[in-house]
């Protein structure tokens, strides 16, 4: 019999071509909308989760297909280190609680390149520091923002997949948890066969090719939304604002859609500094060492800190 299928994650790995594109496309499988899985699993405030309200948000009763599942924020919210590690542990014990036989998918992504889109992403959000401030908050600002239990910023710990491997692992089992690096998206078809075997997945239609749904901004889109960001105050929460300018929003779509159309505007790609670039190479190796360890992955192969 087939299982429910949970794919939570992480960001920046292709999260929003799987949800418009490929998993609507399931035979096999009932495609729940992510605002439907929000409202079961993130919802409910930590006290207040109720595994049968969870179960009747999610329609399971009376269905002939199983559920597919996919929204990255079970994995935790990239740009707060998924409230300090918290959010993680206890999303788990929710699904589990649900849908315990599940097949858990999480995507991952080389730490260089997935902590670029996160402050890429931070800046197309809204946000306006530079990304030496984004990486390193509590070194940069006072008070609560040193706490991270208090005022939650980014986080290189966050990144570390081993743990929230290990730990679906403990609960779902190792056959249950299937890890997929972003960078076999190279190779999109196979991928795209080797998840139908390994989660009893069967897809209608192939999305086309070239068809991914989030374009990165080049260096000088990213400083070009920068910006016009200082003239709202809006949709970040670590920022700085000048005035927050009736319109605004629109004013930030505007200069998100130039920087995406204009190609001179992104021919030069954004990269992190190369003190930054240090920090992720130290940071990381260790934490991949270990996923190796759990899972046979040409980690060194696709580029990631070893």
């Given at each position: 019999?087939?299982s429910?299928?949970?794919?939570l994650g992480?960001?920046k790995?292709?999260?929003?071509?799987?949800q418009?594109?490929l998993?609507?496309?399931?035979?096999?499988?009932?495609?729940?909308?992510r605002q439907?899985?929000?409202?079961?699993?993130?919802?409910?405030?930590?006290?207040?989760?109720?595994?049968?309200?969870?179960?009747?948000v999610?329609?399971?009763?009376g269905?002939?297909?199983?559920?597919?599942?996919?929204?990255?924020?079970?994995?935790g919210?990239?740009?707060?280190?998924?409230?300090?590690?918290?959010?993680?542990?206890?999303?788990?014990?929710?699904i589990?609680?649900v849908?315990?036989?599940?097949?858990?998918v999480?995507?991952?992504?080389n730490q260089?390149?997935?902590?670029?889109?996160?402050?890429?992403?931070?800046?197309?959000?809204?946000?306006?520091?530079?990304?030496?401030?984004?990486?390193?908050?509590?070194?940069?600002?006072?008070?609560?923002?040193?706490?991270p239990?208090?005022?939650?910023?980014?986080?290189?710990?966050?990144?570390?997949?081993d743990?929230?491997?290990a730990?679906y692992?403990a609960?779902?089992?190792?056959d249950?948890v299937?890890?997929?690096p972003y960078e076999?998206l190279?190779?999109?078809?196979?991928?795209?066969?080797r998840m139908?075997?390994?989660?009893?997945?069967?897809?209608?239609s192939?999305?086309?090719?070239?068809?991914?749904?989030?374009?990165?901004?080049?260096?000088?889109?990213?400083a070009m939304?920068?910006?016009?960001?200082?003239?709202s105050?809006?949709?970040?929460?670590?920022?700085?604002?000048?005035?927050?300018?009736?319109g605004s929003?629109a004013?930030?779509?505007?200069?998100?859609?130039?920087?995406?159309?204009v190609?001179v505007?992104?021919?030069?790609?954004?990269?992190?500094?190369?003190?930054?670039?240090?920090?992720?190479?130290a940071?990381?190796?260790?934490?991949n060492?270990?996923?190796?360890?759990?899972?046979?992955?040409?980690?060194e192969e696709?580029?990631?800190?070893l």
């Open positions: 019999m087939q429910a299928i949970v794919h992480y960001h790995t292709a999260t929003t071509w799987l418009q594109q998993f609507p496309s399931a035979t096999s499988h009932d495609y729940v909308p439907t899985v929000q409202e079961a699993f993130l919802k409910p405030c930590g006290m207040h989760f109720c595994p049968e309200q969870a179960s009747e999610l329609s399971l009763h269905r002939n297909r199983p559920v597919l599942l996919s929204e990255e924020n079970l994995s919210y990239l740009h707060n280190g998924g409230l300090h590690g918290f959010l993680a542990p206890e999303v788990a014990r929710r589990k609680a849908l315990p036989d599940a097949h858990i999480i995507f991952i992504r260089f390149d997935i902590c670029r889109a996160s402050y890429a992403q931070y800046v197309s959000g809204g946000g306006t520091w530079g990304s030496h401030r984004y990486f390193e908050t509590a070194r940069k600002v006072r008070g609560a923002l040193t706490r239990w208090k005022a939650p910023a980014f986080e290189f710990e966050h990144f570390e997949y743990r929230l491997i730990h692992d609960l779902f089992g190792r249950h299937h890890v997929y076999w190279r190779e999109r078809d196979v991928l795209i066969a139908q075997q390994d989660l009893g997945l069967a897809i209608e192939l999305p086309p090719e070239g068809s991914r749904a989030n374009r990165s901004l080049g260096a000088v889109g990213l939304v920068r910006g016009a960001n200082l003239f105050r809006q949709s970040v929460v670590n920022k700085h604002y000048v005035i927050d300018l009736p929003q004013l930030r779509h505007g200069a998100k859609w130039l920087a995406g159309r190609p505007i992104n021919n030069r790609p954004a990269r992190l500094s190369p003190r930054m670039q240090a920090r992720i190479a940071h990381y190796p260790e934490s060492r270990r996923l190796m360890e759990l899972r046979d992955l040409p980690l696709l580029g990631y800190p």
